[in-house]
């Protein structure tokens, strides 16, 4: 029985094993038909990333500013931040069904424009609730203003405003004594008026804003001020610099609410987003200044990165400083906005007198032979300022219009550096209208930002008064840009807005590369100034992006793009390299991304 049933099994075995062996190809022969079939597939479909992005601009020049990697074609963004930047074909895989896509058509991409030293609101509280000067010219268009102002405003108790410029007060001799309070008192004799100059370092009141200030031609003048006198010693109606201070009680009488400042806040804001910005260094870090953006943001109106100043003077020690310092950063530092920076006054302005040079004003000054302006601070006490906040770890920002004070500013900031050693300061000066040639080597070499105003590089409005000042050679060697960038001192752009109106980046960028005027209908009226000090296209942008947020300690997560990094950047409807540089200024801003939210898109 075992014997028939083996012979059995035997037999089948001869049978069944061929067939499973053909069974068993046609099976494998299939699999590999599948796999070439599922590998064709894949090489015809792009890869779905689970993590979609929520915005992703693509087919564009994406300007990185990385070295490593300097130009894209596509970016993708999601919760705030870029998640990739690369090809367009490889960004593909990044979209999903919500995403947005935008095909740029080979417009550009930069890193938002940020602005290393302004003061906002700038104009707008003047353009909504003041006397707004800015676009006028004369002196009497700006006792007309006052006096419309006057009777729309039957009941105010002060006028303020700002706006007026020293050029309409040239004498025949040269001199320039700025306007009289009598042209004022002629409209507004019975309440007190306050005009700032358009550049914040001069004031034209009325006889009536002094007479409650006390100011006579017995009045002592403040270190670094002037106080602009008749003939017989009476003031004239104009106080300059730290003479400023002489009015506290009568700028106290300022009715400008919160809720006012808060909108101009947002009108500048906007603007600004207009411009391609995204972020700034606020010079104006005041009390009021803090507390409304810090409730902007808590809206979640605030849609600009800001870096903020707190000013002192020689009035504060050290120790007051750092301690408002480190309390309001610690009240209201985050993503938004941050406080480490004291801006100090070295010294004024040249069409006021009151910038310090190593060499003298002319004859024009009105200030004898030997006059060279004079430093706002006792040598020992600003050093003693500089040295302590650098002790806390807390970042300079030294005003310096001349020569003489960007050497007591780099003096300063090396002893200071001799006294507590080297760390990550970044301290700043800025303006810097004039350099020697050894300062600008210790810039390079104590590693001193140099915060400029490209704006001004060229014949500007301000160039004739300074021609006047100073003498034609030494205007015309002011800012010195290209030599000091290739000595290695880093420059991170700004505006100084509102002494500079027109503050968009784009204007400065173009005065940069040209050093002449920004505007179509002056560049043919020889306004080039310096242009072997002109700087690259390439180094006006880095100086504007990259640079900036350097300056302010944001370059791990602003200033260029790099996945990881907040999503903050600007499209603008042409490469700014391939154009000619004279119509730079004129490129459309086709839209402004903060957080990865567009917040302004061009007609």
Sequence with gaps: ??????????????????????????????????????????????????????????????????????????????????????????????????????????????????????????????????????????????????????????????????????????????????????????????????????????????????????????????????????????????????????????????????????????????????????????????????KVMNELEKEGKLTMRVANAITFGPETGPDDAAKKIHDAGKKYNSDWLSINTVKLFADGVTEGKTALFVEPYTKNAGMGAHHHGDANWEEDIFNKMVSELDKEEIQVHIHAIGDGAVKMGMDAIELAKKENGEHDSRHTITHISAIQADDISRMANLNVIASLQPFWFYKDQYYDLEKAMIGEERALAMYPAREMWDAGVMISSSSDYPPTPDYRPLNAIETGVTRNSPYSEEQNNDLVRNIDQALTVKEMLQSYTKNVAYQIFRENDLGSLKAGKKADMVVLGEDLTKIDSKNISETPIIYTIVDGKIVYTGE
Excluded at 42 to 63: C, F, P, R, W
Excluded at 213 to 226: F, H, N, S, Y
Excluded at 271 to 288: A, K, L, Q, V
Aim: glycine share 8%.
């Design 1 to 290: 029985m075992n014997r028939i049933l083996r012979n059995k099994l035997l037999f089948l075995s001869f049978i069944l094993i061929p067939f499973v062996f053909m069974l068993g190809a046609c099976t494998e022969k299939s699999d590999v038909t599948a796999k070439k079939d599922t590998d064709s597939t894949e090489k015809n479909t792009v890869e779905v990333s689970n993590d979609q992005a929520t915005l992703v601009l693509k087919d564009g020049i994406v300007y990185i500013m990385e070295e490593d990697q300097p130009l894209a074609e596509a970016v993708a963004i999601k919760d705030g931040e870029i998640q990739f930047v690369g090809s367009s074909s490889d960004v593909d895989k990044y979209v999903g069904d919500d995403t947005e896509v935008i095909d740029l058509e080979g417009k550009m991409v930069s890193p938002g424009f940020m602005d290393g030293h302004t003061h906002p609101p700038g104009l707008w509280t003047s353009k909504l609730f003041e006397v707004y000067l800015t676009e006028l010219e004369s002196n009497e268009e700006y006792i007309q203003a006052v006096a419309d102002f006057r009777e729309k405003n039957p009941d105010a108790k002060i006028i303020t405003g700002d706006g007026w410029v020293n050029g309409p007060y040239e004498q025949a001799d040269g001199t320039n004594p700025g306007p009289k309070k009598e042209d004022l008192d002629a409209v507004v004799s019975n309440i007190p008026v306050i005009l700032y100059s358009i550049d914040g370092h001069s004031v034209w009141v009325n006889s009536k804003a002094l007479e409650i200030a006390g100011i006579t031609k017995d009045t002592e003048v403040p270190k670094g001020g002037m106080i602009e006198r008749n003939p017989d010693g009476s003031p004239r109606g104009v106080l300059r610099e730290g003479a400023m201070d002489l009015l506290t009680d009568v700028q106290a009488l300022s009715t400008l609410t919160d809720e006012q400042y808060k909108e101009a806040i947002l009108e500048f804001q906007k603007e600004m987003h207009s411009f391609g910005m995204t972020g700034i260094m606020n010079m104006s870090g005041s009390d009021r200044s803090l």
